[in-house]
């Protein structure tokens, strides 16, 4: 019996590691949050939710897996 190639289908969210445009502290945000996501840090808004994704407020520094 041989193997079929299954392809497994990529997720649609993702986890976002993001900067801080106000005082440059790096923190780890779900791309599909249900509330807006604050810095821990100076507490400025980062990303607004929309009911799907979110808005970025904050430069993406690298999505991870």
Known sequence: MA???IE?????TAF???KCPG????????????RDVKCLACN???????GGKVKLK???VKELE
């Open 44 to 50: 400025n808004i980062l990303a607004e939710s929309t």
């Open 23 to 34: 005082c440059g502290n790096e923190q780890i945000i779900f791309n599909s949050a249900n």
């Open 8 to 12: 497994i289908p990529k997720p649609k």
């Open 58 to 60: 904050a430069k993406v």
């Open 3 to 5: 193997k079929e190639n």
């Open 16 to 18: 976002l590691k993001v």
